[in-house]
């Protein structure tokens, strides 16, 4: 995997840098350089996960989970997380 890094429109190319260089200085940050490259990551991470997950619902990928968990609902069937469990009438 290689990285272009640019560090303004005026300069051309910086450099081209590897997996393994781009890990290597990220050992050498200090813990709040550290800790600030974690949270963009995690706000990266989420922001690619939300944009997938928008994608999924417009191409209609999520359709037919929605539609069984109607279904589920409606008949009073629901997921424990292990297994389909029916509730009695007054729980």
Excluded: N, V
């Excluded at 997996?19 to 949270?39: G, N, R």
Aim: charged share 30%; aromatic share 10%.
């Amino acid at each position: 995997m290689r990285l272009e890094i640019c560090q303004s429109p005026q300069l051309t190319l910086l450099c081209m840098l590897t997996l393994k260089q781009i890990e290597s200085a990220i050992l050498q940050l200090p813990p709040d350089e550290f800790q600030k490259l974690l949270e963009w990551f995690a706000d990266l991470d989420y922001q690619r996960w939300d944009e997938q997950l928008e994608e999924d619902i417009t191409d209609g990928k999520l359709e037919a989970l929605a539609q069984e968990a109607i279904a589920d609902y409606q008949s009073e069937h629901y997921f424990d997380g292990f297994i389909k469990i029916k509730l009695k009438q007054g729980d």
